[in-house]
């Protein structure tokens, strides 16, 4: 067994709702935390930098109703991520309000920064990292990260090369902490798998961006719908960081998706570029072959809690060895 802080240590199911860049909002991440996950939206996605006070308000303020009302199933706690680079010129005032509001998590990306982990800490929150090897978990953590989050192979939109098996194994030889698994997990057979080989918690994105809370154009949730592993590109083009998207939407954009240029690193940026091209570029995991219509985030919630059940009366039901 991991060692989990409070926050995460009785959360109603073992998932943790992924950022998702343009597409969160304070209405899926709302609807995520009742139905009994980690929701979770990228500071950012807030615009004008105003309206992020407005936001956390507005998730503070829902979920404490809910739980004033439903005292027997209260929410899970949320989530906001910050994007820990330095083309990020709102990270101070976005932190601040984290600060203000004490968001229970906070998610960061693209940089360990000691002072953003301090800042969390000053009011107990919690600092989830994600990471694509073990050489950039070691330095979260170092930094004074909590946990981290392993961001393997097939994950949607920025994303590693790592199998999830070398991972997730490498950390857990010197990390006992919390531990997320991310990349192509869309069932509850998934989030148990991501249990067994030894993470906390699975971390699913995709899969989220066809609910009807999610803010994303009835096509690219439909995009979500229709296509699957093979329809998935990974490129650096974009932002400057590799990152998996789905093919119809690169062909759109008058780009063929088997013959893409390499970006400088170096360049990349996440300012009004980079929205721009996630706005037109999009993202999405290997795992949306398992998804077949668009639904309500409880409804989807609730079919994962169902494979999860039956796939765990399944493993007891095996022969021991």
């Not at 308000?57 to 910050?82: D, K, S, V």
């Not at 929150?125 to 330095?139: C, P, Q, S, T, Y």
């Not at 079919?303 to 009366?313: G, V």
């Amino acid at each position: 067994m991991s060692r989990l802080p409070p926050v995460l240590k009785n959360l109603p199911f073992p998932v943790i709702g992924a950022p998702l860049f343009i597409i969160s909002n304070p209405k899926l991440v709302i609807a995520q935390c009742i139905a009994g996950v980690v929701g979770s939206m990228p500071a950012l996605n807030a615009r004008p930098a105003a309206q992020f006070d407005e936001w956390l308000a507005e998730i503070t303020e829902a979920l404490a109703a809910h739980n004033r009302a439903h005292p027997e199933r209260p929410a899970a706690p949320f989530a906001i991520n910050q994007i820990v680079h330095k083309s990020n010129d709102r990270l101070e005032h976005d932190m601040a309000l984290c600060v203000k509001y004490q968001v229970p998590v906070i998610i960061t990306s693209l940089g360990a920064r000691e002072e953003i982990n301090q800042a969390a800490h000053s009011y107990g929150g919690v600092v989830l990292h994600d990471i694509i090897n073990n050489r950039f978990a070691r330095k979260a953590i170092e930094k004074g990260a909590d946990g981290l989050i392993a961001v393997a192979a097939g994950a949607g939109g920025h994303a590693g090369v790592k199998s999830p098996f070398a991972l997730v194994q490498e950390i857990r030889q010197w990390f006992d902490g919390p531990l997320a698994l991310s990349g192509s997990i869309a069932t509850g057979q998934a989030v148990l798998a991501a249990q067994a080989m030894g993470a906390d918690f699975a971390y699913i994105g995709s899969a989220f961006i066809a609910t009807h809370e999610a803010r994303a154009i009835e096509a690219y949730k439909q995009a979500i719908v229709d296509c699957n592993s093979d329809d998935i590109v990974y490129s650096n083009l974009f932002t400057g960081v590799h990152g998996n998207y789905l093919a119809p939407s690169i062909l759109a954009a008058g780009l063929d998706p088997q013959q893409l240029p390499e970006s400088d690193p170096s360049q990349m940026n996440f300012g009004s570029q980079s929205t721009k091209a996630w706005k037109d570029i999009w993202g999405a995991g290997q795992g949306i072959g398992a998804i077949s219509q668009v639904r309500s985030t409880a409804d989807f919630v609730s079919q994962l809690r169902h494979e999860y059940s039956a796939a765990r009366q399944r493993l007891l039901s095996l022969p021991e060895v």
